[in-house]
């Protein structure tokens, strides 16, 4: 069983900066897949950035590529994605998510944390 857990969402003005953090509950930690989604109200969710097993291959939307960086610290379990120069736009909930070993931009991940609200005021 895989349980996420995000944190550090909040409210920030456009053009600010924000860091979220996804506790990642597995056995094997380091053998599964990274993303982060979101999803605007009234929108689809859509992908943000997913991060391979060993860190060393990212992927990211063309919205926040740039803009946002992921990355991970297998000794602690944890996914983060950085958020820099924040619009408006990207005020959505955002989610982690896990799958295992294969990397994927699509929301065919099998393991999802709860979200955290991320509003960025104009």
Same mark, same amino acid.
């Given at each position: 069983? @895989? ?13 600010? #900066?924000?860091?979220? #953090? ?8 380091? #053998? %599964?897949?990274?993303?982060?989604? =979101? ?19 990212? %992927? %990211? ?9 992921? #990355? ?6 944890? @996914? ?24 994927? @931009? =699509? ?12 509003? @960025?005021?104009?």
């Amino acid at each position: 069983q @895989v349980q996420l857990v995000e944190s550090g969402g909040g409210l920030v003005q456009a053009g600010g #900066s924000l860091r979220l #953090s996804c506790a990642v509950s597995a056995r094997t930690f380091s #053998s %599964y897949v990274l993303g982060w989604f =979101r999803q605007a109200p009234g929108k689809e969710r859509e992908f943000v950035a997913a991060i391979s097993w060993s860190g060393g291959t990212t %992927y %990211y939307a063309d919205p926040v590529k740039g803009r946002f960086t992921i #990355s991970r610290d297998n000794a602690k379990n944890t @996914v983060f994605l950085q958020m820099n120069s924040l619009k408006p736009e990207d005020t959505a909930v955002y989610y982690c998510a896990a799958r295992f070993l294969v990397l994927s @931009v =699509r929301d065919d991940y099998p393991y999802w944390g709860q979200g955290t609200q991320v509003t @960025v005021s104009s």
